[in-house]
Each structure stands twice: as structure tokens, then as C-alpha cells.
């Protein structure tokens, strides 16, 4: 953990973070990475939702998953339905540059705290709102969750293998990718402001951050004219380039180009399917994945997953092992290379790890400063004796 004074990309700038759970905290934990002040205001007595998600006598002890999402914050405890807390509220956002919230839609309004409101007090703020489908349309009022916007923007419906049961994808994708568009949104609406003076309203939704991960899916629709389907691990474009089968597990193996598929074949001294009709190009091997798939994995059966890969990286195919998260985060040297995990001290949690930050910047380096708040830690500070 570094000195809380360390300087990053967004320095000087103040975040009023009005967020809960996943999505929102997320966006305002890659701002605060970058520097950013953020104050997350939470209600008196529970606080994010998230805090509690698991049971824990100890005072002032919160959830691993509140952990994860809310790293070089500040956090105030305020009552925002009374006068008091709307008050302290208003002293607060006197010096904001951006507001996050991810009420659902209208909630803000009904608080005194929409957008409206709020510019009327910082004309040039920036703020931005995350909900389960946007702030207008049809499916506006819907609650917000990862799993339902998954199946409702299509994730769902091409995750999971040929024939098989539907399943959302293992990671939260609705909710990481609304707060990363949203984190970028900001920059950009944060950059027009320093250019012009102006402030905005942007917001974003989980619904939409799925469907704009749609590029191959949206690609295959809108040039067969047929809705694209499950796949397992294969590729919509090309072949071979997915998980294959090994004597003792699984690898990857990304031949998706004449190329890489020539030196495949050397590699595993099968030369003859370059010849192959049915695998000749890569049309015919898309059409014929499944009798490639099957000769490929008759190929393998007898190595382990380290000799295959150790072969095909040798021979310049891009292959790799499948890693659960302790090999990777618990051992792997690339990881610890690339500073994917981050050391801090918690007041009642001791010694503890959170996942690095992904991006690297040569001057102004994201850098874990402050360890997760307490509820109300900085009441005193931000706030005086209120």
C-alpha cells in the first residue's frame, strides 16, 4: 500500500460516489485508481448493501465483495431523505467535479438529488447514471440485474455449448462492463468540461453494456440474417480456435489464420489435414469443426497440457493452459509480474489482497492508496462534528 499522497491522472478531482453493489462501485473504484477523490456516501447504520453480504461479528469488519469494489475511497454516512443530510449533502457536492448514481430511475428525482437539482448548485458537474436498462424505453423500470440483462441482451443465448441448457457467462459482464463504459464516459464528458466549461448528464445501463459486447454476435446476425447460436468455446469466425482436450485436462489453441494453421499441423506432424479438403480452408474447417476437433484431441490424448502448449508456443501457435484464480492469483509469475494483485492493510481485516489495476501509465500510475472505508470513516473529516 502506497502513501495516501501519491498523485495520479485524476488528481484534484472529487467524486460524490452515490453507489451500491456492483456496477456503480465499480466504475467509481477504476476513478479513484486513477487518483480521483472519491467520497462514497452511504446511508447511517447499513451502508452499501453489499457491506453485510456475509455475516461477521467483528465491529467494523465488511464482506470480501465490498472489498474488491471500493478501494481508495472515502466514506460519509447521510440521510438523504432528511433536511440534515440534504444539507450536508449540497457542502459536499459544493466541490464536486462528477456524481455517480445508480438509483433506478426516478429515485434521485424523488430524493432531491437528480440532475436538475444537482446543477443548480454545480452548473459545470459531471454526472452519471447507471440503471439495469437506461433511463427511458420500455424496459426502463426493470429491476437491474447482471443475470437478467445477460439473458435479455443476448449473452446468454450464445454462452454454453451446442444443444445445451442456456448459461449466463462466468463473469458479471452487465455489471463490470456498465461501470467500465460509464468510468469512460466520464473521462470523455470530464475532458469536454475542461475544454468548455460544460457539465453533463450521461448514463449508461447493464442492458447495454452486454449488447455492445455483441461485435462477432451483432457481425454474424446482421450479415447471414440468422440469430447467431452457443458455440461452447469455438470461435464464430474461425477454426481451429478454441479449448481442446489434452491426456490430462485442457488447452487453448488459437490457429485462426492460414498461417497458424499451417504451422499447426507441422507442430503435431499431421501435415496431411493442410491437404484435406474438408480442412483446406477456412470456410471447410468451420463447416467440418467437428471431425477437426475429434482428430485434433485423437492427436493430444497421449500429452499432457504443459507438452502441448510448450509445443505449439515453440513452434509459434498461440496456445495456453486453462488457470483456475489460485494458480493465478495465488502463484502464477505473470500475474505478479504485471502487479494484478495489490497489498493493503485494513483496520480490522489485517494484511489483505484485491486485484491490481489493468492499465499501466508511465507518469501517472494507479496505485492502491487507501484501504476500504468503514462505514462512516471520514464523517469527521468531510464532515466535521455534523
Not at 82 to 107: C, Q, T, Y
Not at 130 to 151: E, K, M, N, T, V
Not at 226 to 247: F, K, N
Amino acid at each position: 500500500m502506497t502513501d495516501g499522497q501519491t498523485t495520479g491522472a485524476l488528481d484534484g478531482v472529487r467524486v460524490i460516489d452515490l453507489t451500491q453493489v456492483m456496477a456503480g462501485p465499480y466504475c467509481t473504484m477504476l476513478l479513484a485508481d486513477l487518483g480521483a477523490d472519491v467520497i462514497k456516501v452511504e446511508p447511517p447504520g447499513t451502508g452499501d448493501q453489499v457491506r453485510r453480504s456475509w455475516d461477521d461479528p467483528r465491529p467494523g469488519s465488511d464482506s470480501a465483495a465490498f472489498h474488491s469494489l471500493n478501494r481508495n475511497k472515502r466514506s460519509v454516512t447521510l440521510d438523504l431523505r432528511s433536511d440534515a443530510g440534504k444539507a450536508h449533502f449540497r457542502k459536499l457536492l459544493a466541490d464536486a467535479d462528477v456524481l455517480v448514481e445508480n438509483f433506478r430511475p426516478g429515485v434521485a428525482e424523488r430524493l432531491g438529488i437528480g440532475y436538475e437539482a444537482v446543477r443548480e448548485i454545480r452548473p459545470d458537474i459531471v454526472y452519471a447514471s447507471i440503471s439495469g436498462f437506461g433511463q427511458y424505453g420500455p424496459y426502463a423500470d426493470r429491476p437491474g440485474y447482471d443475470l437478467i440483462a445477460q439473458g435479455m441482451a443476448g449473452a446468454v443465448s450464445v454462452t454454453g455449448d451446442p444443444g445445451s441448457t442456456p448459461v449466463k457467462c462466468g463473469l458479471p459482464v452487465g455489471d463490470l462492463g456498465a461501470g467500465m463504459l460509464c468510468a469512460v464516459g466520464i473521462l470523455g464528458a470530464h475532458t469536454h468540461r475542461l475544454r468548455t466549461g460544460e457539465g453533463q448528464y450521461l448514463e449508461t445501463s447493464l442492458y447495454e453494456a452486454v449488447l455492445a459486447m455483441s461485435v462477432w454476435e451483432s457481425t454474424e446476425l446482421f450479415s447471414t440474417g440468422r440469430a447467431p447460436q452457443r458455440l461452447g468455446s469455438a470461435h464464430r469466425m474461425s477454426a481451429p480456435y478454441q479449448v481442446i482436450r489434452t491426456a490430462d485436462g485442457y488447452m487453448t489453441v488459437a490457429a485462426n489464420n492460414e498461417r497458424l494453421w499451417q504451422r499447426l499441423c507441422k507442430a503435431l506432424s499431421m501435415e496431411h489435414l493442410a491437404d484435406d479438403e474438408r480442412f483446406a480452408t477456412n470456410p471447410a474447417r468451420m463447416e467440418h469443426r467437428a471431425e477437426l476437433i475429434a482428430l485434433l484431441e485423437g492427436r493430444l490424448a497421449t500429452e499432457n497440457t504443459e507438452e502441448c502448449v510448450t509445443r505449439l508456443l515453440d513452434a509459434g501457435v498461440p496456445a495456453g493452459p486453462i488457470l483456475d484464480y489460485e494458480q493465478i492469483l495465488g502463484s502464477d509469475p505473470h500475474a505478479a509480474a504485471r502487479g494484478m494483485v495489490e497489498y493493503y492493510d485494513h483496520p480490522v481485516e489485517g494484511r489483505s489482497r484485491v486485484v491490481g489495476f489493468p492499465v499501466k501509465f508511465g507518469r501517472t500510475p494507479a496505485r492502491m492508496r487507501r484501504h476500504p472505508p468503514m462505514l462512516g470513516e471520514h464523517n469527521e473529516e468531510l464532515l466535521g462534528d455534523a
